[in-house]
């Protein structure tokens, strides 16, 4: 009995020593699983970080950009009037002034000339500048004793490289009266020398606001160096503009800090990681085109794995706990736990991929709403509401050459797939539309780039229209798609539409384009499947039959507005679906063409026949409709130039070589605006379809053509074409400096 009790303590500790030896073995498996855990983890979240910073970076330079963009385009779009005024220089504050005003971003602007050039003046600069806390625009001249701008940087710069220059940033006392930075560029005369300068200043003050507020982590920062290594924004405020970066660097041994400094410096952009005072940080620097500006992250990587060592205390805790549990147990669970963490890693991590891929699409649909507050011609309302995350629905729209181009559509299946469809083709119909008027062509040139190679077999059904605003006539193209609703004065229908195939099914589909005309304050009503097909707790679709209605009831009571309708609709669809989960994105667009003829004041027609010694009675008539409407001389002067160009250019093409063809310029004013409408009856030629001219470019680089387009495009306020009835009709607004009575 006593040998049998022996045999069974033996066992139990071989079994005690087998445990031990499996927990010991458990416990370097689950360690060293947690070390190529932390170690992929780790790296990871670092190239998240560097995402995260990158992305920062990039939006951040994108809107410094933005305002660069404009001050630039501000002065280039001011050229050639300024050469205009060369020979009268004292209209040259009339151009700083406009500059100004047109132009919300530029806080100062002048016209420094060359000295010596001038022979009145040996000095002059008129400057006009935003006088801060008014909004006023004032006048003072910088030709002063005390201020003496030809030795300033905006003024020097410019001439030793004969380009346009951004200067550093200053405290412009005598000028600005505020930190600065200002964008020159040369100014040539009629025989090609140099002589003033033009420029736009921007108040450096929004800086502090947009880079010293940047937020990737909590205790993240970030800092701007200008390009000679001044500090411009920083978290420390008394670095701000009375540091610079080498002065640091002299003083720092800090290798890293100097490789940073010096890269910073160079305008390169990358990633670099210092250690200072047993504190390391991940710094990731780019630069700021055009401007010589260097941008920087600070990340204390702290911050950047915080996450993962509180995760990781989490496991080792888990470790010792499990431990002291059954063999059998301790690896079940150890398992388990492994094969969930990992599971909710990913779904964490997939569900975070679907909300920024959703910010991104959502992103991309309008979204200020009204568009455009200052037109009383279009009102529209959109709203995109995706089933899951991240849907296959869109919408567009934008305003070009007096005409709406608009779209709607709805990309095949759904999640991930059907969004980066979707996304790419928002993308091609304003990439497609910029250059292109006809709606079935826009929707060709899409379809055979979507279809090549289009081996996941995806589709979009798709409407694309085109309003032409002064005249309400409609041009579309329906592929696939369900025929929108038009509810007015005169009834609620649906639009007749052909049916087409989808875009991306078949290359080289032949699709046809039809048009119709819009009575002004009726809405066109556009919509997805995810309306008809709206599902209840039942399975009952919401169907066709139920729109209708709904478009009947609200024709009844007058109730056209964009914002109505789609409201009226968003509450039937709730209301029918109840608490049922949403089954398709749901996606709609309203557009209500509310053009009304206005009284006309004044209205003068010419016809000439296509022969170009007929022009200068071109001339006579347009100084007469000016004179009459209260133009100005130099306007014009603009004007004849403007339009003698677009009746020259129907003289010279619109007919065939020896052929007779009638040219009619009729001109009417409704007190706020003059129009001036060109017809022919030559062979259709849309001007309007020529791509915008670099003028940037030297004339052996430049293409040749564009220039007369480009003319008239920046004289008018607008300008827009249209073929009817066998006409080319070319319409040029230009707004009344006074009101008409």
């Given at each position: 009995m006593k040998k049998e ?15 031990l ?6 416990a370097?498996t ?6 190529t ?11 998240e970080?560097s995402?995260?910073?990158?992305s ?25 009037i300024?050469?205009w005024c060369l ?12 500059i ?5 971003v530029?806080v ?6 060359v000295?010596?050039?001038d022979?009145t ?7 006009s500048?935003?006088?801060?806390g008014?909004?006023l625009?004032k ?8 201020y003496?701008?030809?030795s ?31 964008y020159s560029?040369?100014l040539?005369?009629a ?5 003033a ?12 606001d947009?880079?010293?507020?940047i ?16 500090v ?23 290798e890293s800090?100097k ?11 990358g ?11 991940q ?10 500006w260097s941008?920087s992250i600070?990340i204390?990587?702290s ?7 509180r ?18 147990i301790?690896r ?16 964490e ?8 891929a959703s910010a ?6 309008p979204?200020?709403?009204p568009?455009y507050?200052d037109?009383d011609?279009i009102d ?15 919408f567009d729209?934008f305003?070009?050459d007096?005409?709406?181009?608009f779209?709607?559509g709805?990309?095949?299946?759904k999640g ?18 910029a250059?292109?008027a ?27 229209g ?5 005249t309400?006539r409609?041009?579309?193209c329906n ?5 929108p ?14 049916s ?12 046809s384009?039809?048009?119709t ?6 809405s066109?009503?556009?919509y ?27 024709q009844?009571d ?10 009226r609709?968003t ?7 109840g608490?049922?989960?949403q089954?398709?994105?749901l ?8 053009r009304?003829n ?23 008539f347009?100084d ?10 130099p306007?014009t002067?603009?004007?004849n130039?403007?339009?003698?160009e677009?009746?020259?250019?129907v ?14 310029i009729?001109a009417k ?10 017809t ?15 003028i940037?470019?030297s004339?052996?680089?430049?293409a ?8 008239i ?8 074409y ?6 080319n ?6 707004k009344?400096?006074i009101?008409?009575?």
């Amino acid at each position: 009995m006593k040998k049998e009790k022996r045999k069974l303590t033996d066992i139990e500790k071989k079994s005690a020593r087998v445990g031990l030896f499996l927990i010991f073995i458990a416990a370097i498996t689950l360690e060293a699983t947690s070390i190529t855990q932390y170690v992929f983890s780790q790296k990871g979240i670092r190239n998240e970080a560097s995402m995260r910073a990158e992305s920062q970076m990039e939006t951040t330079k994108a809107r410094i950009m933005d305002v660069i963009n404009q001050a630039e385009a501000a002065v280039r779009n001011s050229i050639w009037i300024a050469q205009w005024c060369l020979e009268v220089p004292d209209s040259m504050g009339r151009v700083t002034e406009r500059i100004v005003k047109d132009n919300p971003v530029v806080v100062g602007s002048t016209v420094a000339f060359v000295p010596g050039y001038d022979k009145t003046h040996n000095l002059f600069a008129p400057y006009s500048y935003r006088e801060e806390g008014t909004g006023l625009i004032k006048y003072k001249s910088l030709a002063t004793r005390e201020y003496d701008y030809p030795s300033q940087e905006w003024f020097t710069k410019p001439l030793e490289f004969d380009a346009g220059y951004w200067s550093e940033p200053y405290v412009d006392e005598g000028g600005g009266e505020m930190l600065m930075t200002t964008y020159s560029l040369p100014l040539r005369d009629a025989k090609g020398n140099i002589a003033a300068v033009i420029t736009a200043d921007i108040s450096l003050d929004w800086l502090n606001d947009l880079v010293g507020n940047i937020s990737v982590y909590p205790n993240a920062f970030s800092v701007l160096l200008s390009r000679s290594g001044q500090v411009m924004v920083c978290p420390v405020e008394t670095l701000v503009m009375n540091t610079n970066i080498q002065d640091i660097q002299a003083r720092s041994d800090n290798e890293s800090f100097k490789d940073l400094s010096n890269s910073m410096l160079s305008g390169e952009s990358g990633n670099i990681r210092i250690t200072d005072r047993g504190i390391s940080s991940q710094v990731y620097f780019s630069p700021v085109e055009r401007t010589g500006w260097s941008m920087s992250i600070v990340i204390p990587e702290s911050e950047i794995f915080a996450s993962i060592r509180r995760v990781g205390m989490i496991v080792k805790l888990l470790q010792i706990l499990g431990i002291g549990m059954i063999i059998l147990i301790l690896r079940t669970v150890a398992k388990k736990q492994m094969e969930y963490q990992k599971l909710n890693e990913q779904k964490e991590r997939i569900q975070g991929e679907l909300q920024i891929a959703s910010a991104i699409q959502m992103a991309m649909i309008p979204k200020i709403y009204p568009p455009y507050p200052d037109r009383d011609d279009i009102d529209l309302f959109g709203k995109l509401t995706p089933a899951k995350e991240v849907g296959g629905d869109l919408f567009d729209f934008f305003i070009r050459d007096e005409k709406l181009f608009f779209c709607i559509g709805d990309v095949s299946g759904k999640g991930v797939p059907a969004s980066l469809y979707m996304m790419v083709t928002k993308a091609l119909f304003r990439t497609i539309s910029a250059r292109e008027a006809q709606p079935c062509k826009i929707v060709s040139n899409l379809n055979d780039v979507m279809s090549e190679d289009n081996e996941s077999n995806m589709f979009v059904t798709l409407f694309v229209g085109v309003l032409d605003l002064p005249t309400g006539r409609l041009h579309y193209c329906n592929a696939g798609h369900d025929a929108p609703f038009l509810i007015g004065n005169t009834g609620a229908g649906m639009l007749p539409v052909d049916s087409n195939l989808p875009v991306g099914v078949m290359p080289k589909w032949k699709f046809s384009q039809q048009e119709t005309v819009i009575d002004p304050d009726t809405s066109i009503f556009l919509y997805t499947d995810g309306l008809t097909e709206a599902e209840n707790m039942s399975h009952d679709q919401f169907e066709m039959d139920r729109v209708k209605e709904l478009a009947q009831q609200l024709q009844k009571d007058r109730s056209f507005s964009p914002t109505v309708i789609i409201e009226r609709m968003t509450d039937a669809v709730h209301a029918f679906v109840g608490e049922a989960d949403q089954s398709d994105d749901l996606t709609m667009l309203a557009i209500q063409y509310t053009r009304h003829n206005e009284d006309i004041v004044y209205q003068r027609s010419l016809t000439l026949s296509n022969d170009l010694s007929r022009i200068p009675r071109l001339n006579s008539f347009i100084d007469e409709v000016c004179e009459a409407n209260g133009f100005d001389a130099p306007t014009t002067m603009q004007l004849n130039l403007a339009i003698e160009e677009a009746v020259v250019n129907v003289m010279n093409y619109a007919y065939p070589q020896g052929s007779k063809g009638d040219v009619t310029i009729e001109a009417k004013s409704d007190g706020k605006e003059m129009t001036f409408i060109i017809t022919d009856t030559g062979k259709p030629f849309d001007p309007t379809a020529k791509p915008e001219v670099d003028i940037t470019q030297s004339a052996e680089d430049r293409a040749i053509g564009g220039l007369g387009i480009h003319l008239i495009r920046q004289i008018t306020d607008r300008i827009n074409y249209e073929r009817t009835g066998g006409h080319n009709i070319l319409t040029l607004i230009k707004k009344l400096s006074i009101p008409q009575e």
